[in-house]
């Protein structure tokens, strides 16, 4: 008996719960036939994908982020200090539509290996072999390139290496002339005169997480544009162990790059690539005086400053890759 009136109440229950539920199945059903795809891009393209991969060159393992067609015109990204390609990762979806987008870590930053400095280079000319070499193993032969900070000296190295591979350049906060060398660099200055541990000391402060949001929020109107995670994750990866002794390493090789500059300014004037300027033009540490000059080796340079600071894509994207977009499909898309 007792059976028999709990089978009765699970069959009310089941009808009920049955009735209640039928309303909604078909309002999700109506939904489900009306509404777009919930992660559909707006237009109803599919998102773009990013993907995040790894080469080893030359014993070294190279992260890289790539995302579009293989085949279509490759657009090689150029990270700057203290940060990675992770600065790309909004600017990567926006030109993976048309173009083969790459975008690596150098050694020592972000996912990239981080060798043992007693046995490795950190030098910007080993980061500009480093790079060649992954573009080898990727078979790029031709690519624009984007530099910003440190993305410059390496790419100034690429450019010199094989001038004829490098279809246009954007250049955002990047410098290749003595002009933009300001105050900011003077401690850096004092310690190429001499090397001594004095100068080196000093140049600590420059990995400290002030100095890291200092460099996201500087020269921007309105911080709130400028997501924190950032400096977050710079300053995370540069808390890693033996890591401030690599900036250290790479702060005093910068002074290598100065002697290259005539050498780059007569690239310009030879091969007079295509050049895109947006520039961050409230910058502290590459100022709008080592912007202008370029206009002297390269006439038909399409110029902008943008009134940001340094990292200017995390503040003033919307302004930045319309500039960006049409520069690249009226120079290089096939």
């Known amino acids: 008996m007792k059976n028999v ?15 209640f539920g039928l309303p909604l199945l078909t309002a999700g059903a109506a939904i489900s036939q009306n509404a777009p795809v919930a992660n559909a891009a707006p237009g109803g393209k599919a998102p773009i994908i990013t993907y995040h991969r790894t080469r080893t060159v030359d014993g070294v393992k190279i992260f890289y ?6 085949g279509a015109p490759v657009v090689l990204l150029l990270h700057g200090f203290p940060t990675s390609s992770h600065m790309f990762r909004n600017l990567i979806p926006e030109l993976a539509d048309r ?59 690429l450019a010199l290496k094989h001038p004829e591979r490098v279809t246009a350049l954007i250049v955002q906060n990047g410098n290749a002339y003595d002009e933009g060398l300001k105050e900011f660099w003077d401690p850096i200055k004092a310690y190429w005169s001499d090397h001594s541990e004095e100068h080196r000391k000093a140049l ?11 460099q996201y929020t500087d020269g921007v109107s309105d911080v709130a544009r400028v997501a924190p995670d ?16 690599i900036q250290m390493d790479l702060f005093y090789d910068y002074r290598t790059n100065l002697p290259l500059y005539p050498k780059v300014q007569a690239y310009f004037r030879k ?25 002297r080796d390269l006439p038909k340079v399409e110029f902008h400053l943008i009134d940001t600071g340094h990292f200017a894509l995390e503040d003033k994207a919307d302004e930045m890759v319309p500039l960006i977009r049409d520069f690249l499909n009226r120079k290089i898309a096939s």
């Open 230 to 245: 950032n400096w977050v994750h710079d300053q995370a990866l540069l808390d890693r162990p033996g890591n401030a002794e």
């Open 204 to 214: 600590y402060k420059l990995v400290t997480p002030e100095i890291t949001k200092f």
């Open 5 to 19: 009136r709990l089978i009765g109440t699970l069959a009310l229950l089941s009808r009920r719960r049955f009735a």
């Open 65 to 70: 982020r790539e995302a579009g067609r293989k």
């Open 99 to 157: 173009y083969h987008v790459i975008a690596p870590d150098y050694p020592g930053y972000g996912q990239s290996d981080m060798p043992d400095r007693a046995k490795f280079a950190y030098t910007f000319d080993r980061f500009g072999e480093l790079v060649d070499g992954l573009l080898d193993q990727l078979g790029v032969s031709n690519f624009a390139m984007y530099v910003m900070d440190y993305g410059a000296p390496v790419g100034w190295r």
């Open 271 to 295: 091969h007079q690539p295509p050049t895109l300027i947006v520039w961050g033009k409230n910058d502290k540490i590459f100022p709008a005086d080592g912007a202008h000059p370029y206009k």
